[in-house]
C-alpha cells in the first residue's frame, strides 16, 4: 500500500531541490514496479498523481485506485498533469513521451533512454526545440554519488575510474526475453555507464568503446557484459554490469596520482578519501524513505516537479541543474548500441559518436535480437 509519509529535511549533500510546489500534478506512464517508486517519492513531496497509464489496463487501473488517480491511454497524456513520469519498457518510452512534451508536459523518461537511438534522436530534438526533457538516472541525484563526485572532480588526471552494478538475475518484466532491446548491460549497465560519464564531465567526451558480453546457455541476452570506455583525455572506465550476483552491489571508484575516492551505495552506504571514512548524512528510520532519499529518487522527482511549475526566469536557475536532459540520455544509449556493437565483434574497439543503424535495439546490435 502506498501512503503519504513526512515531507524529509532537504540536506547538504543533496544536489538538486526537493521542494516543488504543491500545485504541480504528475501522470505515471507505465503501472509497474519503478512507476510505483515514483509514485511513493510524489506522496513524499507533496505531489498529487491525477493519472496513471499503461499497456496493461488491469495494472494501471490497480495503481491508479491506490493513488486515488484516474487511469487514461498513453496517447492521451499529459492529461492536464504539469509532469510526467515515463516508466514504461524501453521501448515504449518515446510515444508517450513525445505526447507529454506536444501537450505542454514536462517529462522525466526512466532509463534505459530509449530502446534505438532514432527515438532517442526525436527526443533530443524536442528539448532543442524547447520541450523540458529529463533523463531518468537517479543515481545521479543520490547523496553519496553528489559527494564522491565533488571529490573525484579534485583529483584531476585519473588513471583508474570504475563502476559496477552486480545483482541477480531479475524476475520482473520481460528483461530477460530480449523484447526491451537488451540484457543486463542494457538494463542495469546504465546505471554505472552514466556515473563514470557524469563524473568525468560534458568537457572530456568519450570517444571509442570496447565491450565482452556473456550469456547463458538458450538466453538471447547478455546476463553479464563489461565494457571498457576511452575518453578524449585519454581517460578509461571500466563499466560491469551483471545479473549474476545473489547480492546487489552498486559502486564506484576513481584514483589518480594524487588521491583514491571509493563510493558504495550496496551492500553498504559508504564514501571513502584516500581510504579514510567521509561522513555522509545518517540513514531515515523507514527502510522505504532510505531507498527513495539515498538512492536519489526524491531528489531527482522534486527537482523535475520544480522545473514543471517554474514558467519565470527562474527556470534558468537552480531548475536547470537537474539534468542530465535527453542528450545525456542519448549518449549513455549511444555508448551502449557501439558496446553491443563492440561485443558483436568480438570486443573490438567502436569509435564514438556511434555510426552503426539508429534503427537497431543495443540486442541487434550484437547478434541481430
Known amino acids: 500500500m502506498l501512503r503519504s509519509r513526512r515531507s524529509p529535511a532537504q540536506n547538504e549533500d543533496t544536489v538538486t531541490p526537493v521542494h516543488p510546489a504543491p500545485a504541480v500534478t504528475v501522470a505515471l506512464a507505465g503501472a509497474g514496479h519503478i512507476a510505483a517508486v515514483h509514485a511513493l517519492a510524489a506522496s513524499e513531496l507533496g505531489l498529487r498523481v491525477t493519472h496513471v497509464a499503461s499497456r496493461t489496463t488491469a495494472r494501471a487501473a490497480e495503481l491508479a485506485t491506490e493513488l486515488g488517480a484516474r487511469t487514461c491511454a ?57 520541450a523540458r526533457v529529463l533523463y531518468g538516472e537517479n543515481l545521479l541525484h543520490a547523496p553519496v554519488f553528489a559527494t564522491a563526485a565533488a571529490h573525484i572532480g579534485t583529483l584531476g588526471a585519473l588513471h583508474h575510474l570504475e563502476a559496477r552494478l552486480l545483482m541477480p538475475r531479475p524476475d520482473w518484466g520481460e ?77 564506484l571508484q576513481a584514483a589518480s596520482a594524487t588521491g583514491v575516492v571509493r563510493a558504495e551505495l550496496l551492500p553498504d552506504r559508504s564514501l571513502e578519501v584516500d581510504g579514510a571514512r567521509v561522513g555522509l548524512p545518517e540513514v531515515p528510520a523507514d527502510p522505504t524513505h532510505v531507498r527513495l532519499q539515498e538512492f536519489g529518487f526524491l531528489a531527482q522527482l522534486g527537482a523535475a516537479a520544480v522545473l514543471a511549475g517554474d514558467t519565470g526566469p527562474a527556470a534558468a536557475g537552480p531548475a536547470r541543474k537537474v539534468r542530465p536532459g535527453a542528450a545525456f540520455g542519448r549518449q549513455v544509449l549511444e555508448v551502449l548500441c557501439a558496446a553491443y556493437a563492440s561485443a558483436g565483434a568480438g570486443g573490438a574497439v567502436v569509435p564514438l559518436p556511434f555510426t552503426g543503424d539508429r534503427r537497431r535495439t543495443p540486442l541487434e546490435h550484437w547478434h541481430g535480437g
Not at 505542454?104 to 527526443?123: H, I, Q, S, Y
Not at 542494457?186 to 565491450?211: C, I, N, T
Not at 546457455?217 to 545479473?243: L, M
Open 74 to 130: 498513453l496517447t492521451q497524456l499529459p492529461a492536464g498533469a504539469g509532469l510526467v513520469v515515463v516508466a514504461t519498457p524501453p521501448p515504449w518510452h518515446a510515444a508517450p513521451a513525445m505526447a507529454a512534451l506536444q501537450g505542454g508536459a514536462t517529462v522525466l523518461v526512466e532509463k534505459p533512454f530509449t530502446a534505438t537511438l532514432a527515438d532517442a534522436d526525436r527526443l533530443v530534438d524536442a528539448e532543442a526545440a524547447g
Open 175 to 251: 528483461t530477460v526475453t530480449g523484447r526491451w532491446g537488451g540484457g543486463a548491460l542494457f538494463d542495469v549497465g546504465s546505471h554505472p555507464l552514466g556515473l563514470v560519464l557524469a563524473a568525468v564531465g560534458p568537457h572530456d567526451p568519450p570517444v571509442s568503446v570496447s565491450a565482452r558480453l556473456q550469456r547463458r546457455p538458450g538466453d538471447r541476452v547478455d546476463d553479464h557484459g563489461e565494457a571498457e570506455v576511452t575518453f578524449a583525455s585519454g581517460v578509461r572506465a571500466t563499466v560491469v554490469a551483471s545479473w549474476r550476483h545473489e547480492t546487489r552491489v552498486r559502486d
